[in-house]
């Protein structure tokens, strides 16, 4: 699968909200090491399609942990190997 060109560098200079909500806060059906009160950490990028969503520290090492994950935009599985995961700065 062909990674996104992303030049993280950018990414991660962004002026970002201090406290950025996790995206998983309002999940309908629960994400694993998702902790509700968590400011996001990281932003997370897809194999398939680049950035996706902004999670919080706690959901990012359950993702990791987990080796496979299913993709919600193209509806396939990919190993968490192909994702990256880019820190976002907060003051």
């Given amino acids: 699968m062909v990674q996104p060109d992303i030049d993280e560098d950018v990414v991660v200079d962004l002026d970002f909200e201090p406290v950025?909500?996790?995206?998983?806060?309002?999940?309908?059906?629960?994400?694993?090491?998702?902790i509700p009160d968590a400011p996001g950490a990281f932003m997370v990028i897809s194999p398939c399609h680049?950035?996706?969503?902004?999670?919080?520290?706690?959901?990012?090492?359950?993702?990791?942990?987990?080796?496979?994950?299913?993709?919600?935009v193209c509806r396939m599985e990919h190993l968490v190997e192909e994702y990256r995961f880019l820190p976002i700065k907060g003051e």
């Fill in 20 to 34: 950025i909500a996790c995206e998983g806060r309002d999940h309908n059906r629960g994400m694993s090491g998702h």
């Fill in 50 to 72: 680049g950035p996706k969503v902004i999670q919080c520290a706690p959901r990012v090492a359950a993702m990791r942990f987990s080796g496979l994950l299913h993709c919600s």
